[in-house]
């Protein structure tokens, strides 16, 4: 994998000092960073700093990715669609889970769009018999921070 340090942090910001940063590695955010009533901010995402630890299987918690091609375990990674078999990839005391060994999570997403500040979409393409799952999927995330209505009170 290339370095993933160096791939871009996509920061969205509203009027009320609301952060969100996403980055590609796994359709990831990073931090969201909100204001409490005195104007303190705080990031309240649970993660790490630095990506590398994202890519390590044996550490990441997948806190903040978006996981697939599945979410949740399928037992001994096998299951049957219309009469065929298949088996992918298993990473979990025999088991699949949240999309196996380089599942969505490790994937670095590309962009398909940014509104500097506004939003991002990100898009990743699995294609048929990834991790030996069948078909090719297309996934498209976007995430979009809005600014606080008058009716909102934070």
């Known amino acids: 994998m290339a370095d993933v340090e160096k791939l ?11 952060e969100v ?3 590609p590695l796994g359709c990831l955010i990073q931090r969201l960073i909100l204001p409490d009533q005195k104007g303190n901010k705080t990031d309240v995402v649970l ?17 903040g990715v978006v996981v697939g091609r599945v979410a949740n375990r399928i037992e001994g990674g096998k299951f049957e669609v219309e ?14 889970l ?3 060994q ?7 997403w590309d962009v398909a769009s940014y509104e500097e500040g506004k939003a991002v979409t990100l898009k990743h393409v ?7 799952f069948p078909g090719e999927v297309e996934t498209k995330v976007e995430y979009r ?9 934070g």
């Open 21 to 23: 940063h996403v980055r």
């Open 83 to 96: 009469g065929a078999s298949f088996q992918v990839s298993l990473n979990e005391n025999g088991n699949c």
């Open 126 to 132: 699995s294609p048929d018999g990834d991790q030996g």
């Open 145 to 153: 921070l809005s600014e606080p209505s008058d009716s909102d009170n």
């Open 47 to 63: 993660g790490f700093e630095k990506l590398i630890p994202y890519t390590d299987s044996s550490i990441s918690p997948y806190f």
């Open 8 to 18: 871009e942090r996509y920061v969205l910001k509203n009027d009320k000092g609301v």
């Open 98 to 100: 949240h999309g196996g």
């Open 102 to 108: 380089v599942g969505f999570d490790k994937a670095v």
